[in-house]
């Protein structure tokens, strides 16, 4: 949903963080927080406001972001990484010494520093891209693997539990709020009949075969800024869930939104495949940049692994048309079922791959 916000709030907000802005405008094509360009004369900023009603805990959220961060920077630092102010978000401090700002309406809003000279995709083209992307992502949570700090907090709680998706889901095709389900049966059925594969990658968690990690929960491929003249990805950024997951989601958010042939708001899924050379570049990246803090069937399961997270994802786009799209923030009257869509035959199209998917899967182990 986008919500209204008064055109001098952001000037104000940054100015509260001891900013002097000479602009603020919109920026990015993220479908949760409102995030602002702020220039100053010194250096340009982003400014974001919290989506609450997605993270009702944003306070324990900034706590989250605050922790990792510095954890990440502390790591890079001793790994002599050079260039690390590029590498990592960098909160900028309120002058009181906090992490964020709670206006007087309750809303909680941050400060990062830009990272320049870098841009995220929302759509990633060639191979190399993705390897880079990827490699990102892995290469985040290996850094984090070693996290020793206070447990995370569980930002959206069950963010990834498949199961309750599916539930959700079910509920609200059976109560139809908005009187949307009519038009959707045929899609809405194929979902209902796949709760066996939703529930898989949970199952094997539950039986000790997949371990809770720190994972970043949200990888698709615009949550990586890739440098504007090397390509080299620079920063993982949208932090919002890191917090305790299986590591196969962050593969499986890459797979989704890049391994496929159309755009996730495509109107017209029908002509849709995998597009497999992009595929076995995330497979290969992701591998490489999370190296030897995997265990073996962390690395075998990421076709499963892909193919949950998409219907997971199909749950919730078609979910969410159906609710009166409450939560996904839509440019146009039904995105979220376009959406929704993608995603099915995204599904539908890597069951058809699956064989031989998995044969290469298995040469990168
Ligand atoms: P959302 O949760 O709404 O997706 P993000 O945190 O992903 O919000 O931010 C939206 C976009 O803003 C990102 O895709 C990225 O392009 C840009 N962005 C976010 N943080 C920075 C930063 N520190 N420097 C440069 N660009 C950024
Ligand atoms: C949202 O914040 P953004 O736009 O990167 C969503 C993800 C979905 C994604 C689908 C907190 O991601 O879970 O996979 O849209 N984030 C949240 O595009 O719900
Ligand atoms: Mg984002």
Redesign the pocket.
């Known amino acids: 949903m986008t919500r209204i916000v008064p055109k001098d709030l952001p000037t104000h907000i940054a100015e509260v963080f001891g900013l002097a802005p000479v602009s603020a405008r919109t920026?990015?094509?993220?479908?949760?927080?409102?995030?602002y360009?702020i220039e100053t004369h010194a250096r340009p900023y982003?400014l974001?406001r919290i989506?609450d009603a997605v993270f009702t805990r944003p306070v324990e959220l900034m706590e989250n972001v605050g922790l990792v961060t510095r954890h990440v920077r502390a790591r890079l630092e001793a790994d002599g990484v050079d260039d690390v102010d590029r590498r990592v978000?960098?909160l900028v401090q309120t002058p009181e010494g906090t992490d964020f700002h709670s206006d007087p309406y309750g809303q909680v809003w941050r400060v990062?520093?830009?990272?320049?000279g870098?841009?995220?995709h929302e759509v990633i083209t060639t191979p190399v891209q993705a390897y880079k992307a990827a490699q990102a992502f892995g290469h985040f949570q290996r850094l984090l693997a070693d996290y020793d700090g206070p447990r995370l907090h569980e930002t959206i709680p069950r963010f990834h539990d498949t199961v309750k998706r599916y539930a959700d889901f079910a509920a609200v095709v059976e109560t139809d709020p908005v009187g949307r389900v009519a038009g959707v049966r045929e899609e809405a059925d194929w979902l209902l009949a796949h709760e066996e594969l939703a529930g898989s990658m949970l199952r094997l968690a539950a039986e000790g075969v997949l371990p809770e990690r720190i994972t970043h929960n949200?990888t698709k491929l615009?949550?990586v800024?890739l440098d504007d003249v090397t390509g080299e990805a620079m920063?993982v950024?949208?932090?919002?869930t890191v917090m305790p997951g299986l590591s196969l989601y962050d593969f499986a958010d890459l797979c989704r939104s890049g391994a496929t042939t159309v755009a996730e708001d495509a109107p017209d899924a029908s002509g849709l495949d995998v597009d497999v050379p992009m595929f076995q570049a995330l497979a290969e990246g992701y591998l490489a940049g999370a190296g030897s803090s995997l265990l073996p069937a962390e690395r075998e399961l990421l076709v499963l692994a892909g193919k949950v997270m998409t219907l997971e994802q199909a749950y919730r786009f078609l979910g969410d048309h159906l609710a009166g799209d409450t939560y996904y923030?839509i440019s146009r009257p039904g995105q979220n079922l376009d959406r929704a869509r993608t995603q099915i035959a995204l599904v539908k199209a890597l069951q058809r791959h699956e064989g031989a998917l998995n044969s290469y899967v298995a040469t990168l182990s």
């Open positions: 920026y990015g094509g993220g479908h949760i927080n409102d995030t360009l982003i974001q989506n978000l960098t990062f520093e830009f990272i320049g870098a841009t995220s949200d615009s949550n800024l920063c950024v949208d932090l919002d923030q």
